[in-house]
């Protein structure tokens, strides 16, 4: 894989090549993999903001290698990789109580693909997201990650994979990862 540092805004979407969300400060490709980040002056953010940023980016290179990597959803890929890069914090917790007492929380099935979100609810998917891998690690054991990758590199994609592993059916999965949330 490669890693690039852009200048500035203007190199950053060049390179890109394609869309970016207009939250976006980093973004990874495939074929090849690569990782195309703003420098942390361009961002405005801390050194360790952008390591943090960078580990969160090198999940992604990672997942993109799975086989069936397709069939990931967004909240699995996004909570992974704030998970590992250590990036919940007390801000994301209130932004998930706050959306709670507003009725306002993504569901499980909104939440598949990034897409249709926009920089107004970005935190908060980024949020939930994280919560709901935190949820299957409750419900499921914390090597249940490790469990998918190793069923969707023997062919079966990402529902298949944990519906084989857990014994229950998706409804099921689904609702105990909401469950965390209500």
């Known amino acids: 894989y490669s890693i690039y540092i852009t200048k500035d805004l203007q190199d950053f979407y060049k390179k890109a090549r394609g869309?970016?969300?207009?939250?976006?400060?980093?973004?990874?490709?495939?074929?090849?993999?690569?990782?195309?980040?703003?420098?942390?002056?361009?961002?405005?953010?801390?050194?360790?903001?952008?390591?943090q940023i960078l580990i969160h980016e090198l999940n992604h290179i990672y997942l993109n290698n799975v086989l069936n990597t397709y069939s990931f959803p967004s909240w699995f890929k996004e909570g992974m990789a704030m998970s590992e890069a250590g990036e919940f914090s007390i801000n994301?917790?209130?932004?998930?109580?706050?959306?709670?007492?507003?009725?306002?929380?993504?569901?499980v099935d909104e939440l598949n693909n990034f897409n249709q979100i926009n920089?107004?609810?970005s935190q908060l998917a980024y949020a939930?997201?994280?919560?709901?891998?935190?949820?299957?690690?409750?419900?499921?054991?914390?090597?249940?990650?490790k469990d998918i990758?190793?069923?969707?590199?023997q062919?079966?994609?990402f529902w298949e994979s944990l519906v084989l592993i857990t014994g229950d059916d998706k409804n099921k999965i689904k609702d105990n990862i909401e469950k965390i949330l209500m």
């Open 19 to 51: 869309p970016v969300p207009e939250w976006g400060i980093a973004i990874t490709k495939k074929n090849p993999n690569m990782i195309i980040m703003q420098s942390p002056r361009t961002a405005r953010i801390s050194f360790n903001k952008f390591i």
């Open 92 to 107: 994301h917790q209130i932004l998930i109580s706050a959306a709670k007492w507003k009725r306002q929380l993504f569901s």
């Open 119 to 121: 920089k107004n609810s």
């Open 128 to 145: 939930e997201s994280y919560a709901m891998f935190n949820a299957l690690q409750f419900y499921y054991g914390n090597n249940i990650y």
């Open 149 to 153: 990758i190793q069923q969707m590199n």
């Open 155 to 157: 062919g079966n994609k």
